[in-house]
């Protein structure tokens, strides 16, 4: 498939790449083009931005998480040669697994895919040195992906002196630059960005970043280098499992997702999966409804921030109670970070504060005030309910709360240090666990929870 497509990378963190990837967005938007976007890696957050931009979900591509082949099919799903692909990196360009191996880093995924790159430096409080900066990036580029460069917060007079220099010592394209927006603000917490909604001005932030982009990024170079992207390649075979959609019609078991404002990190790869092993996808919230969905066969529950939200999923009582009964009488759910918090007896916040939750799970949780688990597992069942015997699954870790009781069903492996330690409380019907999985790193848990969500639902009919 030949499709139009740029990566947005950097040296490394809060260089201001979702900043200049949502204004190049925009702009794309803005010309006609039916934009898509993706995120190199496992954040959620990133991709809320850029759909606030583009109205439609942004997905995320890891090459850890599904190795080089699996990630280019991922890659063209539901994709057409009208679509204009923007790729958001992660960390420094180079910076993969463990911060030292290939997979899983923004050069390998624009490796796999052919994807040219453009790299964003913070060039604030640099002066020619920014010159050897790119030098060395350029350098370390074996497969010359990098084609052009935006300095982020700098100045207009100063670009004007640093572009022709950086363009006559290293034959590289300098395609603008961005200047430092103090009036505009995106805060952080913990590792990554606040989410989107929590902005009351994001859309005004997001117009405000386009305009000036417009005025000092050459949008139209952007453009040209996207379009001299190769074809990416991948077997017919491949194409038509890519494409394929299992139809039961009526007969579709009904998954019920949370979301909401405190349960809202889903991998749109991973919903799709369930619906392509015959699942039907609907949402509710345990924020602000009193009920679940009438037509409901399995609950997923993903993370998020349920501690902000604490008191308000507390004080919704009956729907606490309604997913505690239904999860008691049998009903398959899988709950991940967020939701795995939402389902103890209570959650203590930063403030010393406990608030009570569904009391399924027979233990508490609290903030730490640091770091619990960070980063890349791979998970084993000790004994097969949602995985066949011995397989695993990919996923991560990202959590300042931790539980009195995290499980003991799995084994999670660190994979650049070996590190083994137990995790996740699974049974028959039930997958409850800090870690977020990603389901195409194993097609099989997803066929087991549809499995498990039709075989729910059969036992309801009455015969």
């Not at 599904?66 to 057409?80: A, M, P, V």
């Not at 959609?245 to 991973?270: H, M, Q, T, W």
């Not at 009964?325 to 759910?333: D, E």
Request: with cysteine.
């Amino acid at each position: 498939m030949k499709l139009n497509r740029i990566m947005i990378a950097a040296p490394g963190s809060g260089s201001g790449k979702t900043t200049i990837t949502c204004a190049l967005l925009k702009a794309l938007k803005n010309r006609g083009e039916q934009v898509v976007s993706y995120k190199c890696g496992p954040d959620y957050i990133d991709p809320m931005f850029h759909e606030k931009v583009i109205g439609i979900p942004s997905k995320n591509l890891d090459t850890f998480f599904t190795g080089e082949d699996t990630t280019r099919e991922l890659f063209l799903k539901n994709r057409s040669e009208k679509d204009f692909v923007v790729v958001e990196g992660v960390m420094g360009l180079f910076d993969g697994l463990g911060g030292v191996r290939e997979e899983g880093s923004s050069h390998h995924l624009a490796k796999v895919t052919e994807t040219p790159i453009v790299l964003v430096i913070d060039a604030k409080g640099m002066g020619r040195s920014v010159i050897p900066m790119i030098a060395g990036f350029l350098a370390y580029d074996k497969e010359h992906l990098i084609q052009g460069v935006i300095l982020n917060k700098m100045s207009k007079s100063y670009y004007e002196i640093i572009k022709p220099l950086i363009e006559d010592e290293l034959s590289i394209s300098v395609l603008g630059y961005f200047p430092d927006q103090k009036d505009i603000r995106i805060d952080s917490r913990h590792l990554g960005l606040v989410m989107p909604n929590e902005l009351t001005d994001i859309q005004k932030q997001l117009q405000v970043i386009s305009e000036e982009f417009e005025k000092t990024v050459n949008v139209k170079a952007i453009k040209h280098i996207a379009e001299q992207a190769n074809e990416v390649l991948i077997t017919q075979k491949q194409m038509n499992r890519n494409s394929c959609l299992e139809d039961k019609g009526s007969s579709r078991p009904v998954i019920a997702v949370a979301k909401d404002e405190a349960f809202c990190f889903y991998y749109e790869d991973n919903l799709l999966m369930l619906r392509e092993k015959g699942a039907e996808i609907t949402y509710f919230s345990p924020l602000h409804d009193t009920k679940m969905p009438d037509r409901c066969d399995a609950l997923l529950i993903g993370g998020g921030y349920p501690e902000l939200y604490a008191d308000e999923l507390s004080r919704n009582v009956t729907m606490r109670h309604a997913i505690k009964q239904a999860i008691n009488t049998g009903m398959p759910i899988v709950a991940e970070c967020g939701g795995f918090m939402y389902l103890h007896e209570t959650i203590t916040d930063k403030n010393g504060i406990s608030h009570e939750m569904a009391g399924v799970i027979p233990a508490t949780c609290s903030y730490k005030g640091k770091l619990v688990r960070f980063g890349y597992v791979e998970i084993r069942e000790n004994k097969s309910n949602f995985l066949p015997e011995g397989q695993m699954i990919k996923g991560h870790e990202f959590h300042y709360f931790d539980s009195t009781d995290n499980g003991d069903s799995c084994i999670a492996i660190k994979p650049t240090t070996g590190k083994e330690y137990s995790c996740v409380i699974t049974g028959e019907n039930y997958w409850l666990g800090f870690p977020h999985l990603y389901y195409p790193s194993n097609p099989c848990f997803a066929e087991s929870f549809v499995k498990k969500a039709e075989k729910y639902k059969k036992r309801k009919v009455p015969k």
